[in-house]
């Protein structure tokens, strides 16, 4: 799936006029292994995955989350973070950060190994 797409289409889908709109996509995997004397006791993996979609209207914010990736489901969660900025109450301070050129530079932080992708939870001989 592509997720950048995805978010693109559901800011499509809810930012217009005066509104602002921002899509958060996570993904997790999550692996645990019980070892007791070099033995595997125990071992679980578990995957979770959802959108958030974030609408700012005139100060007033709404935010909707699902884990269900089904177009009609992420559709619907666009549509209720725009219903509940409708219905939220003003605030001035609210709103999307301006954007601007920060003199930011991309770099490798250094905190992500791809090489944990590719290994296996099974001990080594």
């Known amino acids: 799936m592509d997720y950048l797409k995805l978010a693109q289409d559901l800011v499509g889908r809810t930012a217009a006029g005066d ?3 921002e899509a958060l996509i996570m993904q ?4 645990m ?3 007791n004397r070099g033995e595997v006791v125990e071992m679980s993996s578990a995957r979770s995955k959802g959108v958030g979609v974030r609408v700012i209207s005139s100060g007033r914010t709404g935010f ?3 884990s269900d990736f089904d177009p009609s489901s992420l559709h619907t969660t666009a549509d209720d973070a725009v219903a509940l900025a409708a219905s939220a109450d003003p605030d001035e ?6 954007t601007r ?8 932080l250094g905190v ?3 090489c944990l992708l590719y290994t296996s939870p099974s001990p080594r001989d």
């Not at 997790?28 to 692996?31: A, I, L, Y």
């Not at 301070?93 to 301006?98: A, K």
Request: negative net charge; aromatic residues 10%.
């Open 19 to 21: 509104l602002d709109a």
């Open 112 to 114: 992500y190994e791809p």
């Open 93 to 98: 301070f609210r709103g999307l950060p301006e």
């Open 64 to 66: 909707a989350y699902t």
């Open 28 to 31: 997790s995997d999550e692996t």
């Open 101 to 108: 050129d920060q003199g930011l530079v991309e770099r490798d």
């Open 33 to 35: 292994i019980r070892v």
